[in-house]
């Protein structure tokens, strides 16, 4: 069964630390994204990887950097956690195919609370 | 920056009923696609609808696309509490493989035994 696997579903930090969030996939997926969940706000995209070592800004970037050594690992870095930056993070991955669609396959998503 | 938007943003209904909910876009796409998450989960993608087409089936689920009218919709027919999720629309604003999906911030559907 294909699978995007985040390591940690319910984190808790405090305000300044640095945070790692890890996202393996299975499915030899060339792409790779970071989103956040808000009340209210739906899904935002952070950063997006269509292959190794490549990286591009989403919507809302600021906070947040990310690290793709791996084809299968898509890490989401928050350098000085803030409280505002307390959410639901959720990583996806998609083929690059020739059908022109692109199909995510989500993982079960990280609560972050950053106190 | 959002580029579908859902509507209504809560239904909530009896089993056996069927559920409606819409979707509206702001700009040309390629496809749009509809993904369905239960509470505190990830999302999984339920089905999609390219731009020429009009109406796709899925099992009990119905979608149809308007592009004149930049909407679309979601049918779920014969409604069962096993349904209960948030329900949203993506859409890819610029089309290509690797371009990215936009979300919009969905409709929470609750289905009563």
């Known amino acids: 069964d294909v699978k995007v696997t985040q390591s940690s579903r319910y984190l808790v930090k405090r305000t300044g630390e640095k945070v790692f969030l890890e996202c393996v996939q299975d499915?030899?997926?060339?792409?790779m994204f970071w989103y956040r969940q808000d009340p209210g706000l739906g899904l935002r995209l952070i950063y997006f990887?269509?292959?190794?070592?490549?990286?591009e800004k989403g919507d809302i970037p600021e906070g947040y950097s990310v690290s793709r050594e791996k084809k299968e690992r898509f890490s989401l870095i928050l350098e000085s956690a803030s409280t505002n930056q307390t959410s639901m993070y959720l990583c996806?991955?998609?083929?690059?195919?020739?059908?022109?669609?692109?199909?995510?396959?989500f993982g079960a998503g990280s609560r972050l609370t950053v106190l | 920056s959002q580029q579908g938007e859902e509507d209504p943003q809560a239904l909530s209904i009896q089993e056996g009923e069927n559920a409606t909910m819409n979707c509206s876009y702001k700009?040309?796409?390629?496809?749009l696609q509809w993904y369905r998450q239960n509470s505190g989960r990830g999302l999984v993608h339920l089905i999609l609808?390219?731009?020429?087409?009009r109406e796709k089936h899925s099992g009990r689920l119905r979608v149809t696309l308007d592009t004149s009218k930049k909407s679309s919709s979601l049918l779920i027919t014969a409604s069962r509490a096993a349904d209960t999720a948030s329900y949203f629309c993506?859409?890819?604003?610029?089309?290509?493989?690797?371009?990215?999906?936009?979300f919009g911030t969905g409709t929470r559907l609750q289905v009563f035994p």
């Open positions: 990887s269509y292959d190794v070592k490549m990286k």
């Open positions: 700009t040309s796409i390629n496809n």
């Open positions: 993506a859409t890819d604003a610029t089309g290509g493989n690797t371009d990215k999906l936009i």
């Open positions: 499915m030899d997926h060339e792409n």
């Open positions: 609808i390219r731009s020429n087409e």
């Open positions: 996806a991955s998609s083929p690059t195919g020739i059908t022109g669609a692109n199909v995510l396959t």
